[in-house]
C-alpha cells in the first residue's frame, strides 16, 4: 500500500504561482509513475502531469505545457507540481496518484494509477 497526502493549494490571483507537494509513504518503491491530476466542478477528472519515478522522465497536458512544471524528490518520496502562470481555467480540486505499473495503460490514464490522494482545492480567481 502507498499513502498520499496533497498539500499546497489555495486561493490566487490570475497570473500568480502555487506549488503543490505529494509526500508518499509505504511501498513507495514499486512504484512506476506518479501523477496530478484534476477536476473542476461538473467536469470529468483530466491529466495534468506525470513522472517516472525512477528515470524521472516528465509528460504533461497541452493546457498546462509551458506553466507547470513537475518534479520529485526521490529522498523524501516526495514529487511536486510548480505552477505558474496560473489562469481561472486551472480552479479545481488537484489530485496526486501513484502507479505500480502502467502497463497496459497510457500514463495519462487514470485507471492506470492504483493510490490516489485526498485531493488539494486550487482557486484561480479573475
Known amino acids: 500500500q502507498v499513502q498520499l497526502v496533497e498539500s499546497g493549494g489555495g486561493l490566487v490571483q490570475a497570473g500568480g504561482s502555487l506549488r503543490l507537494s505529494c509526500a508518499a509513504s509505504?511501498?513507495?518503491?514499486?512504484?512506476?509513475?506518479m501523477a496530478w491530476f484534476r477536476q473542476a466542478p461538473g467536469k470529468e477528472r483530466e491529466f495534468v502531469a506525470a513522472i517516472r519515478w525512477s528515470v524521472g522522465n516528465t509528460y504533461y497536458a497541452d493546457s498546462v505545457k509551458g506553466r507547470f512544471t513537475i518534479s520529485r524528490d526521490n529522498a523524501k518520496n516526495t514529487v511536486y507540481l510548480q505552477m505558474n502562470s496560473l489562469k481561472p481555467a486551472d480552479t479545481a480540486v488537484y489530485y496526486c496518484a501513484a502507479a505500480k505499473s502502467l502497463s497496459p495503460w497510457s500514463l495519462t490514464a487514470n485507471r492506470a494509477y492504483d493510490y490516489w490522494g485526498q485531493g488539494t482545492q486550487v482557486t484561480v480567481s479573475s
Open positions: 509505504g511501498r513507495t518503491y514499486s512504484t512506476e509513475a
